[in-house]
């Protein structure tokens, strides 16, 4: 599911929306996409009436309920600058989800303006500012979950080979890695006992490949393989590709540590 | 460890006797790799192939009011009979009139999707006709009174012990699970039957409006035999089967195989325009192409036409999380998996509701749209009909599904939700015994662990480093 409207940004400039799981959960990661983005020389506005990006009801079937809350992120994060998320799943829904819902829908053009205009992080960085090399380093073995809404667009391998030119930094590789943790979000709930079961196969595969860190592009996935891994007391730390490059930054001096 | 549960596919995929589990997971597991290496191997570029291969699916049902007319002319040219059935009791019943008309007791039948849509085995034997499946598989499901889990595979759910064990309760030979003596078994007992027969029965794969041909893929060649030792063929083909050219046949036939089962080419593929000429030796002397349209031309008029570009490959299936711990049987219906979990609501008409709940069991991971060889956006044709069922009150769909009217007041709401932010650190103090009274939570809580509420730090942070 590719942006395929996206505009290439000219000036560094972009809001920041930080998903309601990073404002709830993980502000850590919301903190390191702010750092790493500003190592780049990329000023980042952070609109505070943001709330979510409307996805819980839109994969939920209400897509009534749905449109409200775009139609809220569409005045929030009004302008021309890029908006730029730190999930798959919730770029996806601003550049793709929405248009679906919208379609019959009279302001279907400003939604169209703000999908093109909405870039998934690592794409944003790679693709679209041609970052290809990241300094410092972070002498870790990790597993990377391509998670499901990077499927097709650029930022699955974006972020693979960014890590990648990190140096120390050792990709560990499973088994059925095409395959969905299963956390889908209303699904994980509706449909408990098969989003579970995904979720403990997936993990398998991942523990089998002896990773110090299982790393992804959206804490949707984390938070869900996370909540499988704590309630059985595995040890397996999680982060998102931004902490990665954050804490290769501070290993270079680059930034300080926290 | 089973979780309390509200969905049927759920319930279903949790009570699953761990041998057909087994059976499924490992099968589809299989062939999915074989799918991605010969698919690969082959082409440079396979999308590419997909992508085309959708927009000339696509192309054809936008114009299947000329394509149509074009292919009827075409088979009448070659001496073939073409009759169009709008629903499955249409198509059952010109069946049986064709077998009535020429004094015929029985058919050999060749595996065929559309007709398990309109149950015509069974409709046949209701009228006192012998209806005998010839797919190895679909003879497996006849004799053990049973229904395909699989489009590709029908008996997906089984293991050869199963087999063996049928075969030696209707008298095929002593207990032996070695495939190859199951398939020798079974065909000699077929054998005979094609030769008895009065008509042979096929689907078709493909037909080309060009030239009002008849594409067969099998890897059993018991299409074949269906018509090359009864006087009668009957071809039973749902509308969206058509394609413009026979050209086009090249890049379809190629996609199926690779698609479906990992093969380069299914065994056997046929071509069929017509009935036997004139000095040909053998083949029957009357062929008659039944079109089905039952509820394809609706479809097609809604938000998910696309869905009928499918080939029924069955990629989907093999690849999907959800069907691998389901199986097809959850499905409760004759397409399963993602392309049924899109197509079985939408045939089932009026009778939409019972089917609802479907396009809710996946988690839109997208897998289905990556390996589907024409390309079709499951994915959002699953969204769609979840608003449809929705929007028509379908309450078997909603449930365990937490609502979302509360969630769509806060999240348009700044000041409600940065007070919602904060506050949710109440979460970290409640217990999970207070928690697991709102349904939602205790499916979460069942199976998961929340991390510790940590709402409002970050826009602190974002706060604090602006006053610097
Ligand atoms: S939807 Fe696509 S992948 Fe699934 S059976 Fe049909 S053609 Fe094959």
């Known amino acids: 599911m590719t942006n395929p409207q996206r505009t290439v940004p000219a000036p560094k400039k972009v809001q920041l929306m930080a998903t309601c799981l990073c404002d709830a959960f993980f502000d850590d990661v919301a903190v390191a996409t702010v750092q790493v983005l500003e190592y780049l020389g990329v000023e980042v506005g952070f609109p505070a009436d943001q709330t979510c990006c409307g996805q819980p009801a839109f994969n939920a079937g209400d897509w009534k309920a749905s449109r409200k809350v775009v139609r809220h992120v569409v005045d929030t994060f009004k302008g021309e600058d890029p908006v730029v998320v730190p999930s798959g799943s919730c770029a996806a829904m ?3 989800g929405a248009l679906l819902e919208f379609e019959n829908e009279p302001d279907l053009s400003e939604v169209k303006q703000l999908a093109n205009r909405s870039w998934e992080l690592l794409d944003y960085i790679v693709n679209g500012l041609g970052v290809r090399e990241w300094p410092g380093s972070f002498p870790h073995r990790v597993s990377f979950h391509r998670s ?3 499927r097709g667009t650029c930022s699955g391998p974006a972020a693979m080979n960014l890590m990648k030119s990190i140096d120390g930094l050792e990709l560990a590789t499973f088994g059925e890695a095409e395959q969905c943790c299963g956390f889908g979000g209303a699904f994980s709930v509706s449909h408990p006992n098969i989003s579970a079961r995904m979720g403990e196969l997936k993990l398998e595969h991942i523990i089998a490949a002896n990773p110090e860190y299982l790393v992804a592009a959206d804490m949707g996935c984390l938070l869900h393989l996370g909540g499988i891994v704590d309630k059985s007391g595995i040890e397996l730390p999680r ?3 931004a902490q990665v490059l954050r804490d290769a930054l501070v290993s270079a001096n680059l930034l300080p540590a926290a | 460890m089973p979780t309390k549960t509200q969905q049927d596919i759920d319930r279903y995929a949790r009570d699953l006797n761990p041998e057909v589990y087994t059976s499924v997971y490992g099968g589809t597991k299989a062939t999915t790799e074989k799918r991605h290496d010969v698919l690969f191997h082959d082409y440079p570029d396979p999308d590419l192939l997909r992508r085309t291969a959708g927009e000339v699916k696509q192309h054809t049902l936008e114009n299947l009011d000329t394509y149509l007319p074009k292919a009827e002319a075409a088979l009448k040219a070659n001496g073939a009979q073409v009759h169009f059935a709008a629903d499955g009791d249409a198509a059952n019943r010109i069946i049986l009139e064709i077998m009535k008309a020429n004094g015929a007791k029985s058919m050999v039948k060749s595996k065929s999707m559309v007709s398990e849509e309109t149950g015509l085995g069974h409709f046949l034997e209701d009228n006192g006709m012998k209806c005998l499946e010839t797919d190895l598989g679909e003879f497996i499901i006849q004799i053990d009174h049973d229904h395909p889990s699989h489009i590709v595979k029908p008996i997906a759910h089984k293991n050869r012990r199963d087999i063996a064990k049928s ?21 000699e ?7 008895e027969a009065d008509v042979g029965l096929t689907g078709a794969n493909f037909v080309s409006a060009e030239s009002g041909r008849l594409a067969i893929v099998t890897n059993e060649g018991n299409a074949r035999f269906c018509m090359a030792a009864t006087p ?9 089967k058509l394609i413009p050219h026979d050209r086009d046949l090249a890049l379809f036939t190629s996609l199926i195989g690779r698609s479906g089962t990992g093969q380069h080419l299914t ?10 000429r004139f000095g040909q030796p053998d083949g029957p002397e009357q062929m008659h192409v039944v079109f089905v349209d039952n509820k394809r031309t609706e479809v097609l008029a809604s938000n998910c036409r696309e869905i009928l570009r499918c080939i029924r490959c069955g990629a989907c299936l093999n690849v999907c999380p959800v069907y691998r711990q389901a199986s097809g049987h959850a499905y409760r219906s ?3 998996g993602p392309v049924g979990a899109v197509l079985s609501p939408l045939l089932a008409g009026t009778r939409f509701p019972e089917l609802a709940d479907l396009p809710k069991a996946s988690s839109l991971c997208g897998a289905c749209n990556e390996v589907c060889p024409v390309n079709i956006p499951i994915p959002d044709l699953l969204l769609r009909l979840r608003d449809k069922a929705k929007t028509e009150h379908a309450g078997r769909a909603m449930k365990g599904t937490p609502p979302m009217g509360m969630y769509g007041l806060l999240a348009s709401q700044p000041h409600a939700w940065r007070a919602a932010m904060t506050m949710g650190a109440a979460m970290n103090l409640t217990p999970n015994a207070v928690m697991n009274i709102i349904p939602p939570a205790a499916a979460w809580n069942s199976c998961r662990q929340l991390p510790k509420w940590r709402g409002g730090k970050f826009r602190h942070w974002m706060k604090e480093r602006g006053k610097n």
């Open chain 1, 239 to 241: 982060l998102h590709v």
């Open chain 2, 167 to 187: 075969f030696e309760r209707e008298g095929l030979g002593d207990y032996n699970d070695d495939p190859a003596t199951i398939t020798r078994r079974a065909r």
């Open chain 2, 267 to 276: 065994v056997y593929t046929q071509f069929i325009n017509g009935p036997r």
């Open chain 1, 148 to 150: 499901c809404h990077l």
């Open chain 2, 189 to 195: 007992f077929l054998r005979g039957k094609y030769f």
């Open chain 2, 232 to 240: 009668i063929h009957i071809g039973i083909v749902g509308i969206e």
């Open chain 2, 334 to 336: 004759v397409y399963p």
């Open chain 1, 94 to 96: 601003l550049f793709h």
